[in-house]
């Protein structure tokens, strides 16, 4: 069996999918299953996934459900107690697992770990480095206010999502911080303080106003 679930969802991303299945094939740590599930892509991406021949891959479609649902039916495919979390426009340094898994292991307690990022544009290009916390009690701080980790880059302990529930399906955006919100209720958090992801700039990100409304909520 192995040790870490890697949860992957895809809807019409084909211009970025080999490089973000490809930096997870490539992890220096590789007892990991690769749970990728399509959420009903009218693209290339299927094609893409199943091109790959690698045993750990288990590949998944489904109509579209919306992102929410998709993570949820990946989530209960998984069959590890980690779940490493990754979007499929963005790219893992190879040494991610390692470096997070090696930290959960001599820090039992901490039941979320990510890092800093690397923010680039759709073409790849370096934007910024994203800075995040290191400690849980000034990531709950930051949290409060806004996103303080970076979900695409996270590892989180399966046994949580038993006592918060999973992904929330009636919304369509800020998922990933909706359930942070969540979380930090229960766990501890940690980032690791260097860049161990490549996040990518998208029409999808978390705006100050789905902020506030899911704090009124």
Do not use: C
């Not at 809807?11 to 490089?19: G, W």
């Not at 990728?36 to 892509?41: E, K, N, V």
């Not at 209960?76 to 959960?104: C, G, H, N, V």
């Not at 369509?172 to 992801?197: A, K």
Request: charged letters at 25%; glycine letters at 4%.
């Amino acid at each position: 069996m192995p040790s870490l679930s890697v949860i992957m969802t895809m809807y019409n991303v084909e211009r970025f999918l080999r490089e973000a299945i490809e930096s997870i094939l490539a992890q220096t740590f590789r007892d990991f299953e690769f749970i990728i599930f399509d959420d009903g892509s009218t693209d290339n991406s299927v094609a893409i996934a199943e091109s790959y021949n690698d045993p750990r891959i288990r590949l998944f479609r489904s109509p579209h459900v919306g992102r929410a649902a998709a993570l949820n039916k990946a989530i209960d495919y998984s069959t590890t107690e980690l779940l490493a979390f990754m979007d499929a426009d963005d790219i893992s340094m190879k040494t991610r697992f390692e470096e997070q898994l090696k930290y959960l292991s001599e820090n039992p307690s901490v039941g979320v770990i990510s890092s800093w990022a690397e923010r680039i544009d759709e073409n790849g290009n370096y934007l910024r480095t994203m800075t995040t916390p290191e400690k849980h009690q000034d990531i709950e701080y930051k949290m409060s206010r806004m996103g303080a980790i970076i979900f695409s880059g996270s590892i989180v302990k399966k046994i949580l999502f038993d006592k918060i529930g999973k992904f929330n399906e009636s919304l369509s955006v800020s998922i990933d911080y909706e359930l942070m919100l969540r979380l930090i209720r229960e766990t501890f958090f940690y980032n690791l303080q260097f860049v161990l992801i490549k996040y990518r700039k998208n029409g999808s990100s978390i705006t100050a106003s789905n902020i506030l409304a899911l704090r009124k909520n």
